[in-house]
């Protein structure tokens, strides 16, 4: 089966269920407290984050949202992510717990850096 190709954002967030949607606008205001100037990007048909370079991805799948800040943040933040399920570059944030705002504004300003870091050296 052939899934949809997104163009926009607000597009992929208007297929959700309504109950998803909010789960995933609220992540999106969160991201954007972070990073207002970035640019709301479709990457590998997912949400993303976009100033230099791709911040972040998040995504809604059956049982949790995904959110994708790349291996750097999850390495950074290992311990604070022990109690989610989580992989070399993304982290599952179930639907039936409150998604840890705090903790995802840190790994968005941590990703940033690295991006902003990144950019310098090439100067």
Do not use: C, W
């Not at 998803?20 to 609220?26: H, M, P, Q, S, W």
């Not at 969160?30 to 995504?59: C, D, H, R, W």
């Not at 995904?66 to 311990?79: D, I, M, Q, R, V």
């Amino acid at each position: 089966m052939q899934s949809k190709k997104y163009l926009t954002v607000d597009e992929y967030l208007s297929d959700q269920p309504e109950n998803i949607k909010a789960i995933l606008e609220g992540l999106r205001k969160t991201i954007k407290q972070v990073v207002p100037k970035a640019e709301e990007v479709i990457s590998y048909n997912m949400p993303a984050f976009k100033q230099g370079a791709v911040l972040v991805y998040y995504a809604a799948n059956k049982e949790h949202t995904g959110f994708y800040p790349t291996p750097g943040p999850l390495k950074a933040f290992a311990e604070e992510l022990s109690s989610y399920q989580s992989s070399k570059g993304a982290v599952q944030f179930p639907y039936d717990r409150k998604i840890p705002t705090a903790l995802v504004k840190k790994m968005v300003q941590y990703r940033l850096q690295q991006v902003d870091a990144k950019a310098v050296k090439k100067k």
